[in-house]
């Protein structure tokens, strides 16, 4: 009885193992997710995620998933990981916002690079300039939600993939074979891969795009590893996104709405599929690759300036009881 207690359960740190941490933290976000689903069916009967959806709809949806993530998170971090939700990344002191403005003006430099690159190759044609779905509401209205959008999934995704699931991974693996370093780069490797795999189900989505969403997650992975907090990651996802979606009008991960409820630059798009990513948009093509390795280049770069040295962070795999939560 007691081996098949161990496998479960870590007497050491008083606590259930990884990876089943992992697990429940997941189903409870899914049900979470599904619960406030229903939720906005009973308030929003028959409204779904698209272009005809009212603006405060889109709220709602990108709120209740900010909402799963974070009680998700946060109950998994009490009840499971014994750790606070700061411990996940959320620290958010002075430096962490310093690296937070950095994330978000990489995710917009890189995104730009890639429109021009396309624009000065002639694989894309700008058609109309601040274009809005509906004419009759102030452009900056529909912009802003928009934009609040991305905010919420930039946050959601970050605080469940990289906070939550690279963190416990890396603890997970950290055996004394591997060692904290080894174990939190597995983790990161097998964390990204997830990621992408939670995007193969979009819209015109393929083995390439999925490859090139996990070599995406390698990117927003780096500043975690490096630094232990999640600055970077959101920063650069929620500008990543929202420059592909709402300033220069590409697919967003394959979908195209709310892309085009409003953009500030509005394209047509054309070129060769290989290069462009077609209708899954620039993560789905080359120059969206050479847009992440550029990424990672000046992650480096930065965190090397801020930290006088690049190395992992180890505390991110090790579990220690001054981060426990006991009351």
Known sequence: MKKIKLVFWNDEQCRMRAGFRVALQLILFIALGEALGSLRGLIAPGIKLSSEAPLWFFIVFAGSTLASAFISVWLAGRFLDRRRLADFGLSLHKDWWLNFGFGMLLGAFLITGVFITEYLLGWVTVT???????????????????????????????????????????????????????????AWLLSSVIFGLFHLDNPNAT??????????????????????????????????????????????????????VVTIVQVEQSGPEAWTGGAFGPEGGLIGVGAMLTGLFLTLAWVRYRQSGIALHTPVAEYTKTTTVHE
């Open 128 to 186: 109309e300039i601040l274009y809005a779905l509906d004419p009759d509401l102030l452009f900056v209205l529909p912009l802003s939600v928009v934009m609040t959008v991305f905010v919420c999934v930039g946050v959601a995704e970050e605080l469940v993939t990289r906070g939550y699931l690279l963190t416990n991974l890396s603890e997970g693996l950290n055996l004394r074979r591997i060692g904290p370093q080894r174990a939190i780069v597995i």
């Open 207 to 260: 083995l390439v795009s999925t490859f090139n969403i996990i070599l995406g997650g390698v990117l927003l992975g780096l500043g975690y590893v490096l630094t232990g907090e999640l600055a970077i990651p959101i920063g650069l996802h929620i500008t990543w996104n929202f420059f592909q979606g709402s300033v220069f009008g590409f697919p967003v991960s394959g979908i195209t709405m709310p892309a085009k």
